[in-house]
């Protein structure tokens, strides 16, 4: 599901040699140069509008499903509907994803941000981040629903191994750039995402999304985890 790392997360499957299906409501904005690329497949349309059934569809074929999804940066995109369109979005997928026979458990991997907290560590967030934080939730409804987008899979796909596996990527102040570059990882983020943030490009975090899918070893390193990605250079 494309939004803007999405873009930059097509080019990078095709440079590995990964056939991808996009689900995007504005086919328009796929880069030029992938258009009418051979491996490319563009399925226009919005989650809000498939069905479950429609999602398991679309899945059969595929062993990965990335999700980019964030709410537009606008009055109507910050307050208006859909509220939960990235919980929506993880909890379609893995629910299709149980409908499906498959051999090997669907890779299930979510954009989130450095500002959402992984519960399941005791990560380190100071008096005056946790207050931030509070208001953002209470404040600005897309900040609770990449909460609870995380928080639905780390309980709910979590108690279906066999069937969905599942990380989270956690970039930081992401920034574009049009070349990959050095990024580090951590399991938790290692300066306040409010009152110290680093940065992150999202053609790292396209790249980084792009190896968990293409590279065994590194998905079994991350698999239900949370990692935080950063530019090295912050």
């Known amino acids: 599901m494309l939004g803007a790392t999405g873009g930059p997360l097509i080019g990078e499957l095709i440079k590995r040699n990964r056939q991808v299906k996009a689900l995007v409501r504005t086919p328009e904005n796929i880069p030029v140069e992938f258009q009418t690329h051979p491996d490319l497949e563009v399925v226009p349309g919005s989650i809000s509008d498939l069905s479950v059934d429609e999602f398991a569809q679309h899945l059969e074929d595929c062993d990965s499903a990335v999700s980019c999804l964030g709410h537009n940066l606008s009055f109507k995109g910050m307050f208006g509907p859909p509220y939960r369109l990235v919980t929506d979005a993880v909890r379609k997928l893995t629910e299709a994803s149980l409908t499906l026979d498959r051999d090997d458990p669907l890779k299930l991997i979510l954009m989130g941000s450095a500002g959402v907290s992984n519960r399941d560590l005791n990560e380190p967030v100071s008096a005056a981040q946790r207050c931030v934080i509070a208001l953002l939730k209470a404040l600005l409804p897309p900040h609770a629903d990449n909460e609870a987008a995380a928080d639905f899979l780390r309980t709910r ?78």
Not at 163 to 188: C, F, K, M
């Open 157 to 234: 796909a979590v108690n279906h191994p066999n069937q969905v596996g599942w990380a989270v990527v956690r970039p930081d102040n992401l920034i574009n750039a049009s070349e990959v570059t050095d990024y580090e990882l951590h399991p938790s983020p290692i300066r306040s995402a409010i009152f110290d943030s680093g940065t992150t490009s999202r053609i790292n975090v396209a790249a980084f999304m792009a190896e968990l899918i293409h590279d065994e070893k590194l998905w079994n390193e991350w698999k239900g985890k949370m990692p935080v990605i950063y530019n090295t250079s912050t």
